[in-house]
């Protein structure tokens, strides 16, 4: 591994362990319309967008662990969403699209809903409550919008990383 890679991966690395804080402590991010955005989705798909295969599926898998013990949730779930997530974006990014803004955009507003989404499919839906629709509309999906809120935010950050560090190989 170059130097430049170290770098690049240990800026990731502060980038989740800053994110990770500011998700845990409360009334450190804003409750909009009962949610809270999940930053480490939106930080695990920018990783990806600008890394390789296997380095996306490791910081998915952190980001992913890190969600659940965050959302109290059975360890596992974000964990291997985010590394399959991690794998598909990234070998996408290398392979068949050109990598910018948009294409990030495009891609988040299809993954983040799933990702949600099928979080409360199988630990709302599945498990029985009632109401769970109108929980969904009231917490879930200002979640889903809010942690979209945060890509472009962290492809910025993300980008500026790659091409200090990629460019200078």
């Not at 029985?128 to 879930?140: A, I, N, P, S």
Request: charge should be neutral; include cysteine.
């Amino acid at each position: 591994m170059n130097g430049f890679k170290a770098v690049r991966y240990i800026t990731f690395l502060l980038e989740i362990i800053l994110c990770y804080i500011v998700q845990t402590i409360p009334d450190m991010t804003l409750e909009v319309f009962g949610g809270r955005p999940v930053l480490l989705i939106s930080l695990a798909l920018s990783i990806a967008v600008f890394e390789e295969e296997i380095p996306s599926i490791f910081f998915g898998v952190l980001c992913g662990l890190l969600s659940d013990v965050n959302y109290s949730g059975p360890v596992g779930y974000y964990a291997i969403m985010l590394a399959v997530l991690g794998y598909i974006v990234s070998t996408m990014m290398r392979n068949y699209i050109h990598t910018n803004l948009l294409t990030t955009i495009i891609i988040a507003s299809l993954s983040i809903p799933v990702i949600i989404f099928g979080q409360f499919i199988l630990f709302y839906v599945a498990a029985g409550y009632t109401d769970v629709w109108g929980y969904f509309l009231r917490h879930y999906l200002s979640r889903i919008i809010y942690t979209w809120v945060f890509v472009p935010v962290f492809y910025g950050v993300n980008r500026f990383i790659a091409e200090k560090t990629i460019r200078n190989k």
